[in-house]
């Protein structure tokens, strides 16, 4: 069957661009042959939560162009930034050298940051900074005469990028089992996802079960477990599985119980996603390391950082080279990005974007009504600004056709599975809210109608 769009490209031309991706451009996550009948869309400009084709249709960027846009494509502020910047220094080496836009945005981030993570070390992506954050640890244990605390603990269900050290605390079999030999073991405690709750127990309840099988699992094993990884409230690659805060506080209370080290993954959460600036506010609790990167530039440019206490940071500090944290990545960092991320952290104060976002999620649950009462939807459920259900199907093809059938309503929704979720960029108004929940009903109703 060939879906809706691949025939809507009318001149030669934009036929002939998507061809030549498809053979000069090997696309990420993605089964090549499958665009055989899932046309790619190339996009040309973007303006808010819009994006639009060569031909001019837009779609309206539900998922934030893989979680990273906060404040719309092409923003003027954060433009104007980066022009700016262009005009000064594009980048230059960290390692010897500094420049204004990576001091302020450490001690920016330093101010908003949950306790007190003074210590900025930058990377380029998510999974980096989740390479960094894994050896940082072991390297703390090390120096600190502990060598066999190097085992890493994870939850069910977490993701954490797809380098190898990663892929290893990540628990998402399709990304994950191919490559099984290449990985370090990894026990992954049972995940407080709401979805799994057993006998009727309470989002709360569940939770603190699963902070019992955590307690249970490093009374035993702590001597030689460096950290527990965790993507706080919300599991994002698994289906946006959201969970009870009262676990990070209990995690919080464990790990220093038996002196392991809480690594948040905030890469995806962070900068407001969930309601707060960061989803360990919500517990109260400060991470030992803190990995930011998705929204941090405002989806502008690969940028991540990964934020550590005082403590951690003067156990480096030694006359000894080999004792330093000899890890780099070329465009640590780049000024271009830094700036990006202060514009960024600039449009949360002028926009107001925490209380603002409050009431367009209240605006989104009021609407979303139909959605969450029908009939083939369950569980749906929003934190901050994420909202999720699942679809009741049994066709293995229920994402690519949510996608393809979502261009034709002007939406760009890419399912996880059989959840659709929205993580829309904060900048969407309530028109365009209609449009996405009216559009994802007329999604939902032509895939579940005649039940293929
Ligand atoms: C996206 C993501 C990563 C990996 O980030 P990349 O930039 O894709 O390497 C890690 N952890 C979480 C929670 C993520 O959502």
């Known amino acids: 069957m060939i879906w809706p769009i691949t025939n809507n490209f009318k001149t030669m031309n934009n036929k002939n661009l998507l061809e030549r991706s498809l053979n000069a451009v090997w696309h990420p996550c993605t089964q090549m042959k499958q665009h055989e009948t899932f046309p790619l869309v190339p996009i040309v400009r973007g303006k808010g939560v819009w994006l639009y084709d060569i031909e001019g249709r837009g779609y309206l960027d539900a998922?934030?162009?893989?979680?990273?846009?906060?404040?719309?494509?092409?923003?003027?502020?954060?433009?104007?930034?980066?022009?700016?910047?262009?005009?000064?220094?594009?980048?230059?080496?960290?390692?010897?050298?500094?420049?204004?836009?990576?001091?302020?945005?450490?001690?920016?981030?330093?101010?908003?940051?949950?306790?007190?993570?003074?210590?900025?070390?930058?990377?380029?992506?998510?999974?980096?900074?989740?390479?960094?954050?894994?050896?940082?640890?072991?390297?703390?244990?090390?120096?600190?005469?502990?060598?066999?605390?190097?085992?890493?603990?994870?939850?069910?269900?977490?993701?954490?990028?797809?380098?190898?050290?990663?892929?290893?605390?990540?628990?998402?079999?399709?990304?994950?089992?191919?490559?099984?030999?290449?990985?370090?073991?990894?026990?992954?405690?049972?995940?407080?996802?709401?979805?799994?709750?057993?006998?009727?127990?309470?989002?709360?309840?569940?939770?603190?079960?699963?902070?019992?099988?955590?307690?249970?699992?490093?009374?035993?094993?702590?001597?030689?477990?460096?950290?527990?990884?965790?993507?706080?409230?919300?599991?994002?690659?698994?289906?946006?599985?959201?969970?009870?805060?009262?676990?990070?506080?209990?995690?919080?209370?464990?790990?220093?119980?038996?002196?392991?080290?809480?690594?948040?993954?905030?890469?995806?959460?962070g900068f407001g996603r969930t309601g707060t600036m960061f989803a360990c506010n919500q517990a109260d609790i400060a991470p030992d390391f803190l990995c930011l990167s998705k929204g941090l530039s405002g989806g502008y440019l690969p940028l991540s950082v990964v934020m550590t206490p005082d403590d951690i940071f003067q156990a480096f500090y030694q006359d000894k080279t080999a004792h330093a944290f000899l890890h780099s990545h070329t465009h640590t960092g780049n000024a271009l990005a830094c700036r990006a991320a202060l514009a960024t952290l600039e449009l949360f104060e002028q926009n107001q974007a925490l209380e603002s976002n409050k009431s367009k999620a209240e605006y989104l649950n009021k609407i979303a009504k139909p959605l969450a009462t029908h009939p083939k939807v369950k569980n749906f459920r929003n934190c901050g600004m994420i909202w999720a259900f699942e679809v009741e199907t049994n066709d293995a093809d229920f994402p690519e056709k949510c996608f393809a059938t979502g261009l034709t309503q002007k939406l760009l929704l890419r399912p996880l599975g059989n959840t659709i979720y929205f993580m829309p960029p904060y900048v969407i108004n309530e028109q365009e809210m209609d449009l996405l929940v009216n559009g994802t009903l007329h999604v939902l109703n032509t895939l579940t109608a005649n039940n293929r």
């Open 63 to 269: 998922i934030s162009s893989w979680w990273v846009n906060l404040f719309g494509h092409t923003n003027a502020h954060i433009n104007a930034a980066i022009c700016d910047q262009l005009e000064k220094i594009e980048h230059v080496m960290l390692a010897g050298f500094t420049h204004e836009p990576v001091v302020s945005l450490s001690e920016r981030l330093k101010q908003i940051a949950p306790g007190n993570l003074g210590h900025c070390f930058y990377a380029s992506d998510g999974a980096s900074a989740i390479e960094i954050a894994l050896k940082m640890s072991f390297h703390y244990w090390l120096l600190n005469g502990q060598p066999q605390k190097n085992n890493f603990i994870s939850l069910q269900n977490d993701y954490h990028g797809e380098t190898l050290g990663a892929l290893s605390v990540t628990d998402v079999a399709i990304f994950k089992k191919t490559y099984a030999p290449l990985l370090r073991p990894c026990t992954h405690m049972p995940t407080p996802d709401w979805r799994y709750a057993q006998n009727n127990d309470s989002a709360e309840e569940h939770a603190l079960n699963a902070a019992t099988a955590l307690e249970d699992y490093l009374s035993k094993n702590h001597s030689e477990t460096a950290a527990l990884i965790i993507e706080p409230l919300v599991q994002g690659a698994m289906g946006m599985g959201m969970y009870h805060p009262i676990y990070l506080k209990r995690a919080r209370e464990i790990c220093d119980q038996y002196q392991v080290h809480l690594i948040a993954d905030e890469i995806a959460v």
